[in-house]
């Protein structure tokens, strides 16, 4: 039974408003995209709906999924982190979105700044440190802000800087990316940090690393990813 303090008011069903959810944030699809898939169903509603819907589930959906997952790192110590950033344009200026990745890929935060001094690189590893605890080693490029950021927070001893050690990172920017490019870039630097922190969310819930397990398994993890989507919001 779905919750009515999520889905009040709404007269589309969850199963729906999840599927339309899902769609739009995992696949490089855009608004008309989702709507025409959706009308291969039988379900008639416009691009701009798609765009509310995600605007308004997409987050809480998405702090469900993380409230599970990081009680569940915060169990494991032993785990090393891939910090990097990467260039995003928003209405032509360059920004930056910081992006930190546990040994396996998960996506554990995203933070976008003007800037990428000492500043910013506090600040994005507070946020990181305080909601996943801290953690065995931190893996990162040759940029100078990390490592004052992390003499601040006595974990130089933690630190590994290098050019290829970080190759983790770097391939986990490819699923955001292919799917900036189908959204045609952002326009602000809000709505650009709520994509990034729920698309990573997401991302983690469906990334089954299918290449590491067995067709068997892979079906069976795939299965209980989309069983678990669909009790999102349920009461």
Known sequence: MSNPRI???FKTSPEIIRLAVMLYVRYPLSLRNVEDLLHERGIDIT????R?????FGQLFAAEIRRGRVEAMRAHRHRRWHLDEMFVKINGAKHYLWRAVDHEGEVLESYVTKTRD?????????????????TEAIVTDHLASYGA???VFGATGKHNAGRWLNNRAENSH??????ERAM????????????????GSIHNHFNQERHLTSRALYKDRRDAALIAWRGLGAA
Request: without cysteine; proline residues 4%.
């Open 7 to 9: 889905f009040r008011y």
């Open 47 to 50: 691009h701009e709906t798609v």
């Open 52 to 56: 509310f819907w995600w605007g308004r």
């Open 118 to 134: 000492k500043a910013a690189a506090l600040i994005f590893l507070g946020k990181a440190l305080r909601r996943h605890g801290p």
């Open 149 to 151: 950021a992390l003499k």
């Open 174 to 179: 490819q699923p955001f990316r292919r799917r």
């Open 184 to 199: 045609l870039r952002f326009r602000r630097m809000r709505s650009l940090q709520k994509f990034a922190s729920l698309h």
